[in-house]
Protein backbone atom coordinates (compact mmCIF):
# COMPACT_ATOMS: atom_id res chain seq x y z
CA UNK A 1 0.00 0.00 0.00
CA UNK A 2 0.84 3.42 -0.91
CA UNK A 3 1.05 6.44 2.00
CA UNK A 4 1.79 10.12 1.21
CA UNK A 5 3.21 11.72 3.52
CA UNK A 6 4.82 15.68 3.90
CA UNK A 7 8.20 16.55 5.45
CA UNK A 8 8.11 17.69 8.46
CA UNK A 9 11.40 18.73 9.58
CA UNK A 10 15.03 18.12 7.89
CA UNK A 11 18.40 18.27 10.14
CA UNK A 12 21.73 18.23 8.70
CA UNK A 13 23.38 15.34 10.92
CA UNK A 14 27.04 14.89 9.02
CA UNK A 15 28.46 16.97 6.10
CA UNK A 16 26.34 14.83 3.75
CA UNK A 17 23.40 12.98 5.74
CA UNK A 18 20.42 14.38 6.81
CA UNK A 19 17.71 13.28 9.04
CA UNK A 20 14.24 13.42 7.57
CA UNK A 21 11.53 13.44 10.16
CA UNK A 22 7.71 12.46 8.06
CA UNK A 23 4.38 12.49 8.78
CA UNK A 24 3.10 9.23 10.06
CA UNK A 25 -0.05 7.16 8.68
CA UNK A 26 -2.50 6.04 11.15
CA UNK A 27 -1.89 2.51 11.95
CA UNK A 28 1.25 2.74 10.37
CA UNK A 29 3.60 0.55 12.58
CA UNK A 30 7.10 -1.16 12.41
CA UNK A 31 9.25 -3.20 14.74
CA UNK A 32 13.07 -1.02 14.93
CA UNK A 33 15.20 -2.35 12.07
CA UNK A 34 13.07 -2.42 9.65
CA UNK A 35 12.11 -0.77 6.76
CA UNK A 36 10.13 0.27 3.76
CA UNK A 37 10.44 1.55 0.19
CA UNK A 38 10.61 5.78 -0.36
CA UNK A 39 10.00 7.53 -3.49
CA UNK A 40 9.70 11.31 -4.18
CA UNK A 41 6.15 12.66 -4.33
CA UNK A 42 6.73 14.43 -7.96
CA UNK A 43 7.87 13.57 -11.48
CA UNK A 44 9.80 11.67 -12.68
CA UNK A 45 10.51 10.41 -9.12
CA UNK A 46 7.28 8.82 -7.95
CA UNK A 47 8.20 5.15 -9.16
CA UNK A 48 12.08 5.47 -8.20
CA UNK A 49 11.87 3.18 -5.23
CA UNK A 50 14.81 3.15 -2.91
CA UNK A 51 15.04 1.30 0.94
CA UNK A 52 15.45 2.99 4.04
CA UNK A 53 15.42 2.11 7.17
CA UNK A 54 13.30 3.97 9.99
CA UNK A 55 15.61 5.58 12.58
CA UNK A 56 12.78 6.93 15.18
CA UNK A 57 11.05 5.04 17.96
CA UNK A 58 8.37 2.65 17.05
CA UNK A 59 5.66 4.51 19.49
CA UNK A 60 7.37 8.50 18.30
CA UNK A 61 4.30 10.51 16.40
CA UNK A 62 6.55 10.88 13.43
CA UNK A 63 8.45 8.68 11.17
CA UNK A 64 12.50 9.39 10.60
CA UNK A 65 14.85 8.34 8.25
CA UNK A 66 18.65 9.11 8.06
CA UNK A 67 20.34 9.37 4.75
CA UNK A 68 22.82 9.98 2.93
CA UNK A 69 23.34 11.64 0.12
CA UNK A 70 24.94 10.68 -3.23
CA UNK A 71 25.08 13.76 -5.48
CA UNK A 72 27.64 11.88 -7.86
CA UNK A 73 24.63 9.41 -8.42
CA UNK A 74 22.27 11.88 -9.70
CA UNK A 75 19.36 10.11 -8.63
CA UNK A 76 17.33 9.76 -5.73
CA UNK A 77 18.98 10.43 -2.81
CA UNK A 78 20.51 13.44 -4.39
CA UNK A 79 16.91 14.10 -4.88
CA UNK A 80 16.25 13.75 -1.52
CA UNK A 81 18.52 16.21 -0.49
CA UNK A 82 17.06 18.93 -2.36
CA UNK A 83 13.79 18.22 -0.83
CA UNK A 84 12.20 20.96 1.86
CA UNK A 85 9.79 21.00 4.57
CA UNK A 86 6.68 20.54 3.47
CA UNK A 87 7.39 18.50 0.25
CA UNK A 88 5.90 14.72 -0.19
CA UNK A 89 7.11 11.47 0.26
CA UNK A 90 5.90 8.32 -0.96
CA UNK A 91 6.36 5.11 1.66
CA UNK A 92 5.35 1.69 1.40
CA UNK A 93 4.39 -1.07 3.88
CA UNK A 94 7.38 -2.21 5.82
CA UNK A 95 9.90 -5.18 5.35
CA UNK A 96 13.38 -6.12 6.91
CA UNK A 97 14.85 -9.28 8.53
CA UNK A 98 16.84 -7.14 11.01
CA UNK A 99 15.43 -7.47 14.13
CA UNK A 100 16.97 -7.69 17.92
CA UNK A 101 17.24 -10.92 19.10
CA UNK A 102 19.06 -10.50 22.08
CA UNK A 103 22.74 -9.16 23.77
CA UNK A 104 25.70 -8.95 21.18
CA UNK A 105 27.91 -7.66 19.01
CA UNK A 106 25.99 -4.70 16.57
CA UNK A 107 29.00 -4.34 13.47
CA UNK A 108 28.03 -0.99 11.24
CA UNK A 109 29.47 0.02 8.43
CA UNK A 110 28.91 3.81 7.15
CA UNK A 111 24.96 4.48 6.72
CA UNK A 112 24.39 0.99 7.82
CA UNK A 113 24.18 2.38 11.29
CA UNK A 114 20.46 3.22 10.38
CA UNK A 115 19.11 -0.05 11.60
CA UNK A 116 21.13 -0.32 14.38
CA UNK A 117 20.03 3.33 15.40
CA UNK A 118 16.78 2.49 15.38
CA UNK A 119 17.27 -0.54 17.93
CA UNK A 120 19.71 1.21 20.18
CA UNK A 121 17.19 4.07 20.73
CA UNK A 122 14.43 1.45 22.00
CA UNK A 123 16.83 -0.61 24.42
CA UNK A 124 17.87 2.31 25.88
CA UNK A 125 14.68 3.90 25.98
CA UNK A 126 13.63 0.74 27.70
CA UNK A 127 16.98 0.51 29.55
CA UNK A 128 18.04 -2.71 28.06
CA UNK A 129 21.15 -1.55 26.20
CA UNK A 130 23.51 -3.68 29.06
CA UNK A 131 25.65 -6.40 27.44
CA UNK A 132 25.83 -4.91 23.95
CA UNK A 133 28.68 -3.36 22.22
CA UNK A 134 29.20 -0.90 18.68
CA UNK A 135 31.68 -1.56 16.33
CA UNK A 136 30.84 1.41 14.18
CA UNK A 137 33.26 1.85 10.77
CA UNK A 138 33.48 4.85 8.31
CA UNK A 139 36.13 6.26 5.87
CA UNK A 140 36.68 9.27 8.67
CA UNK A 141 35.89 11.03 11.72
CA UNK A 142 33.97 13.22 10.23
CA UNK A 143 31.92 10.78 8.45
CA UNK A 144 30.71 9.28 11.73
CA UNK A 145 26.89 9.49 11.73
CA UNK A 146 24.89 10.14 15.54
CA UNK A 147 28.54 9.87 17.14
CA UNK A 148 27.93 11.87 20.40
CA UNK A 149 24.34 10.15 20.95
CA UNK A 150 25.87 7.05 20.56
CA UNK A 151 28.85 7.96 23.22
CA UNK A 152 26.08 8.94 25.64
CA UNK A 153 23.77 5.38 25.36
CA UNK A 154 26.41 3.15 25.41
CA UNK A 155 29.88 5.00 26.84
CA UNK A 156 32.94 2.68 26.16
CA UNK A 157 30.81 0.12 24.56
CA UNK A 158 30.54 2.28 21.36
CA UNK A 159 33.39 2.08 19.36
CA UNK A 160 34.48 4.17 16.37
CA UNK A 161 36.82 2.61 13.73
CA UNK A 162 38.13 4.82 10.55
CA UNK A 163 39.82 3.74 7.99
CA UNK A 164 41.21 6.41 6.20
CA UNK A 165 42.12 9.93 6.59
CA UNK A 166 43.65 11.46 9.92
CA UNK A 167 44.16 9.20 13.36
CA UNK A 168 41.88 10.67 16.30
CA UNK A 169 41.76 10.46 19.98
CA UNK A 170 39.19 7.97 20.96
CA UNK A 171 39.31 5.98 17.77
CA UNK A 172 40.94 2.83 16.20
CA UNK A 173 42.61 3.27 13.05
CA UNK A 174 41.63 0.00 11.37
CA UNK A 175 39.11 -2.55 9.57
CA UNK A 176 36.71 -4.79 10.75
CA UNK A 177 38.51 -7.63 9.72
CA UNK A 178 39.66 -11.29 11.05
CA UNK A 179 41.92 -9.87 13.47
CA UNK A 180 39.79 -6.73 14.50
CA UNK A 181 37.09 -9.28 15.50
CA UNK A 182 39.68 -11.68 16.99
CA UNK A 183 41.28 -9.30 18.97
CA UNK A 184 37.93 -7.49 20.30
CA UNK A 185 35.49 -10.15 20.47
CA UNK A 186 35.03 -11.55 24.22
CA UNK A 187 31.83 -13.93 23.76
CA UNK A 188 31.35 -15.62 20.41
CA UNK A 189 28.36 -17.00 21.55
CA UNK A 190 26.87 -13.82 21.49
CA UNK A 191 24.43 -12.23 18.77
CA UNK A 192 26.24 -10.37 15.91
CA UNK A 193 24.38 -7.58 13.94
CA UNK A 194 25.94 -7.04 10.69
CA UNK A 195 24.48 -3.85 8.49
CA UNK A 196 26.78 -1.97 5.94
CA UNK A 197 27.85 -2.11 2.04
CA UNK A 198 27.19 -5.63 0.07
CA UNK A 199 30.79 -6.56 0.63
CA UNK A 200 31.75 -5.60 4.01
CA UNK A 201 27.95 -7.85 5.03
CA UNK A 202 29.63 -10.79 3.20
CA UNK A 203 33.42 -10.73 4.69
CA UNK A 204 32.11 -9.95 8.15
CA UNK A 205 29.59 -12.55 8.63
CA UNK A 206 32.24 -15.42 6.70
CA UNK A 207 34.65 -14.59 9.01
CA UNK A 208 32.44 -14.71 12.26
CA UNK A 209 31.49 -18.16 10.65
CA UNK A 210 34.87 -19.14 10.92
CA UNK A 211 35.47 -17.97 14.37
CA UNK A 212 33.01 -20.38 15.11
CA UNK A 213 29.27 -18.15 15.33
CA UNK A 214 26.20 -20.10 15.33
CA UNK A 215 24.43 -19.13 11.97
CA UNK A 216 21.23 -18.32 13.33
CA UNK A 217 22.94 -15.93 16.17
CA UNK A 218 24.27 -14.24 13.14
CA UNK A 219 21.34 -10.90 11.59
CA UNK A 220 21.91 -9.42 8.43
CA UNK A 221 19.53 -8.00 5.77
CA UNK A 222 20.08 -10.70 2.85
Known amino acids: MDYIVKIISIEQV ?14 YAFVPGQATDVSINK ?37 LHHLKTGDELIIRDVWGAIEYKGPGYFIAGGAG ?34 EEELQKMLGDQAVFVITKGESKPGYIKSYID ?9 DIHKHFYVCGPDPMIAAITGTLEELGARADAVVFEK
Open 113 to 146: ITPFLAILRHLHAQGKLAGNTLWFSNKTAADVIR
Open 43 to 79: DPWKEEKRPFTFTALPDDPYLEFTIKGYPDHHGVTDQ
Open 178 to 186: KTFLQQHIT
Open 14 to 27: THDVKCFRIERPAD
